[in-house]
């Protein structure tokens, strides 16, 4: 495993905008004073004349995002998800959502993987937020590959995205050739009949960690990244759903209205199949090393086994 | 246009104002009744815009931050040509164009949604912004209420869109003086709103009468004068201006003229428009 390729998918993200500013004069990048740690620091670099640092005051930032885009630009707004999702909330809600504007939210530092700093800034409620708001696209990228292809397909499409990306360095899982990133379409990772795996984010690659675990018990999971958690995939989740009979969910997020939320939604409605949703179960993080933490919530491969022979 | 043009048709701006609420039943017509002049001078002198095109490229934009005042600035657009005046009496009814406040995906002339206090700044900041980006020459105005500015946006806004030195956005602020739990220094008090917004290093025009043409007009022609930092006008007005039992009556804040009222309202209007 020493010499997996690892990069955190803020990095991708800042990467990604380098590359579409320079194809893309109508793209501008917004940033609270935290443009080192979200990595649009990297843009700011190549594009200082569109690379806006508003300062402390993300309400103020989402607002001006959405003056930007009423008025023809492309802005990629970025702030770590407490701040992006959770403090200006309702300026996405109502200055971005409600008219759908073309704005794309980046949001760095989600989940407890943030790390040392602590319960404060590791955000586990943003999906569950960004996905009460009508009209609003939410992406969590697995690993870089997908992480740049979901920027780009941010930017191509029209309307409000919220994109999710982690501080930790992750596995590159995705650099195959036949890759291909659809807003909105899962990804069948390994085909299994004994039960679904549904993953998100960094725990997609968890998540394949845990199936080769559970094979060497017999045990044939098959394991769907949904990259797209609004608008979700249902079909693909109910195809599998009736396959196998039992579902577990795993994400970086609160157990509460994230990925575990939407694919109980839709499950509960079209197919109901027994369901574990692994994730942060209501409770707050800490401070920690971030591998040491998504050990100690049993987010990482090893717990999310257990958690599984269990419901097995 | 002549003052006593524009007084006629603030007159008539007053009448839709009177008639939406009216017919809705609910509405705000004290801040919309402060701001008329404001309103009326904004679209008929003031902003390069064409109610034939309400999305040309390089028009003004206006972004109504104290958007429960909907109703003046839906009057004000519909004497204008944006729509029909006969849509007022449709204000705030199931499949009506004009919402409780602004929605711009679905109203002609409206630039932005707002309503939620505090936001429509920081938009209008982003769309000055976006034209200084690409050397556009379009302005942008945004009015405020007096007790919006309480909320802690409205000075993030300030402060980025000095610090940016956006000389093309102007900000209004109607001070009638009065919020819903009263008055406005006697709830959480901004005063003085002059100075603080010249802390903030806005340029900053003091209208001892914001229902006075004559003052307004001197006031965005030094605005659009001024350049190397935004500007703030602040304006006196008088809350539910035009309709005697309204005026300076904190609770017509957010309430509808029964229909006494109403036809008390319409006749002072009457006679004022002669």
Redesign the interface.
Known sequence: MADVKKIATRESYGNALVALGEKYDNL?VLDADLAEATKTGIFKKAYP??H?D??I?E??M????????????V?FCSSFAMFAAGRAF??VR??VG???LNVKIGATHAGISVGEDGASHQCNEDIALMRTIPGMTIINPSDDVEAKAAVEAAYKMDGPVYLRFGRLAVPVINDNADYKFEIGKGVVLKEGKDLTIIATGLEVNESLEAAKKLAEDGIDAEVINIHTIKPIDADLIVKSASKTGKVVTVEEHSVIGGLGGAVAEVLSEKCPTKMLRIGVKDTFGESGPAVKLLEKYELDAAGIYKQIKAFL | MTNQELKKTANEVRKGIIEGVHAAKAGHPGGSLSATEVFTYLYFEEMNIDPKNPKKADRDRFVLSKGHTAPGLYSALAQRGFFPVEDLKSLRSIGSHLQGHPCVQHTPGIDASSGSLGQGISVAVGMALSAKLSNESYRVYTLLGDGEIQEGQVWEASMFAAAKNLDNLCVIVDNNGLQIDGRIEDVNSPYPIPDKFRAFNFHVVEVADGNDFDQLRAAFKEARETKGQPTAIIMKTVKGKGISFMENQVGWHGKAPNDEEYAIAMEELGKAGV
Do not use: F, M, W
Request: aromatic letters at 4%.
């Open positions: 501008v004349d569109r806006i508003c300062g005051a309400s103020n989402v607002g001006i995002a959405a003056g930007l885009a009423s008025t023809g630009k802005p309702e300026q109502n200055s409600y008219p759908h």
